[in-house]
């Protein structure tokens, strides 16, 4: 709620994140393969997908870094670049990340997998996927409280993981450090730990419409 007439839209993933990798798949992918781009869309997750494998010379691994931008198609690149649809070369991937991280989401992850593929990812959390983050048991346990309680205390984590106070401290920190859990309130008592990010939300807004 904002105090104005109309309501603030929350996309489940950032509108210019979508935007930078459809540009993406239409620029560099493969035009010698007769299929089409691919946008496939489940609960918890958003994938888009083109035909062919990285350009030669580019890797999987470099585009989590700085690179180069190798173009297939330098025509149609070119058109782009000069319709301003694209800003300059090999800044797409950056650009995708830091959207989602902007967006409290976590970064997506870019796949060679029947073609290449960008796979966006919503705040909910299963266990396979906290497994993917290399969280412990307890930590995941911890996650799975959250989402169904809404926030956990330190004394909670203690009694449903048994464990002790410092190594419940230890792994809430992780869990804040690693973005998953954002810290309310001060320290001691006060302190509690919710989901960080637009599930915080979702949460929220679920939890009035059952009350009510």
């Known amino acids: 709620m904002t105090g104005r007439p109309e309501r603030d839209q929350i996309w489940d993933y950032p509108l210019?994140?979508?935007r930078e990798a459809l540009i993406n798949a239409v620029c560099h992918r493969d035009y010698t393969i007769f299929s089409n781009i691919e946008v496939r869309i489940y609960d918890d997750k958003l994938i888009i997908r083109s035909p062919g494998f990285l350009p030669y010379g580019i890797t999987l691994e470099e585009l989590y870094k700085p690179h180069s931008s190798t173009l297939r198609n330098k025509g149609l690149a070119e058109v782009l670049y000069d319709t301003e649809l694209i800003e300059r070369w090999g800044s797409g991937i950056e650009k995708i990340q830091q959207h989602c991280l902007d967006a409290g989401?976590?970064?997506p992850t870019?796949?060679?997998?029947?073609?290449?593929?960008?796979?966006?990812?919503?705040?909910v959390y299963d266990e396979e996927y906290l497994r993917s983050l290399n969280l412990n048991e307890r930590q995941i346990k911890a996650v799975m409280y959250?989402?169904?309680?809404?926030?956990?205390?330190?004394?909670?984590?203690?009694?449903?993981?048994?464990?002790?106070?410092?190594?419940a401290s230890r792994d809430l920190l992780d869990l804040v450090s690693s973005g998953i859990f954002e810290q309310i309130g001060t320290t001691g008592a006060g302190t509690a730990y919710i989901l960080k990010g637009p599930y915080r939300a979702k949460h929220f807004i679920n939890t009035l419409l059952r009350d009510y």
Do not use: D, M, P, W
């Open 110 to 123: 870019f796949e060679e997998y029947q073609g290449f593929q960008v796979v966006f990812r919503k705040y």
């Open 105 to 107: 989401l976590s970064e």
């Open 16 to 18: 210019e994140a979508l």
């Open 146 to 167: 959250v989402k169904e309680k809404g926030q956990i205390t330190n004394t909670e984590y203690q009694e449903i993981c048994a464990t002790s106070k410092r190594t």
